[in-house]
């Protein structure tokens, strides 16, 4: 039995497809952990969707900015929706749009598993969070997004504001604060306050800024984190931070981790010749 986390995939079911035969993926007897962004400009988004969801059973999610915008695209209105890309009304127009939509709102924006010593999030973590408080932080929006009451929170979920979490806040804020940090987080300042515009590599940001993993006097967490999001960072190991968006979509790789084995091995596909390289998109 094998687990393999598997970085930012937006559409792109070739890359995909290769990667799961150089795994030699067995269904019945391995796992696999995607760190989010299954959506958007790769071309195949629905295809992917049906992929995944096919393997459910055998499958890890966290959610991304971008499988969150979509499903907050789902509640608004057909008129508004047929004004997306191509790429999304073919998910949201397809017959089983109402099943792809309720499967992903079940999903987590973060999974530690004790046992392999490992722990996912799409983006990152607040520096004032220790693990304990990081997982109750993402249980609280889980629940709303699978409860009835998921339209609320997703009708409100865009906005740079707060711009980092507090325990102080509550309701709407409290939310929205908790999913930009776990699916938006690149830099952030020693109070945890978000920079939404820096995408490139460290070193390049504004000063008093650090990358998410570096903040000076941040929590310890004592795991090994696996994450995505930030393709410009590329692959990076450091900080028991294992960083795998490999920028597929823009001309990179797909990667994949093996999370079980004594030391991680990453297993890689190159994307599709078709695919143009854009440094520091997300």
């Excluded at 992917?48 to 969150?68: F, K």
């Excluded at 709303?144 to 009451?149: F, G, I, T, V």
């Excluded at 939404?196 to 006097?217: L, R």
């Excluded at 960083?243 to 093996?258: E, F, N």
């Amino acid at each position: 039995m094998a687990t393999y986390a598997i970085g930012d995939v937006q559409g792109c079911l070739p890359e995909l497809q290769r990667l799961l035969d150089k795994l030699r993926f067995d269904p019945a007897s391995d796992r696999l952990w995607f760190c989010g962004d299954l959506v958007n400009r790769g071309g195949q988004s629905l295809e992917t969707l049906r992929l995944i969801h096919g393997l459910r059973e055998q499958v890890v999610l966290t959610l991304g900015n971008h499988d969150l915008s979509l499903l907050a695209i789902a509640q608004r209105r057909p008129e508004a929706q047929s004004k997306v890309n191509p790429e999304l009304r073919e998910v949201l127009f397809a017959d089983d749009a109402p099943v792809l939509f309720e499967w992903m709102r079940s999903q987590k924006l973060m999974h530690h598993d004790e046992a392999l010593g490992w722990t996912m999030v799409h983006a990152g973590l607040a520096p004032i969070w220790t693990l304990r408080q990081a997982l109750r932080s993402a249980q609280e929006v889980e629940r709303e997004l699978s409860s009835p009451r998921h339209g609320r929170i997703l009708k409100n979920l865009f906005g740079n504001r707060p711009a980092a979490w507090s325990s102080r806040l509550q309701g709407i804020e409290r939310m929205r604060a908790s999913i930009n940090t776990f699916t938006r987080m690149r830099y952030c300042d020693i109070q945890g306050r978000i920079d939404f515009e820096s995408k490139d590599v460290p070193g390049t940001q504004k000063p008093g800024m650090y990358p998410w993993f570096e903040v000076p006097g941040m929590k310890r967490r004592e795991t090994r984190i696996v994450c995505g999001h930030w393709s410009a960072l590329g692959r990076f190991a450091g900080l028991g931070i294992y960083a795998i968006d490999t920028g597929c979509v823009w001309g990179g790789k797909l990667t994949a981790l093996r999370l079980d084995s004594e030391e991680p091995q990453y297993i890689t596909v190159d994307a599709e010749p078709h695919r143009k390289r854009m440094p520091g998109e997300d």
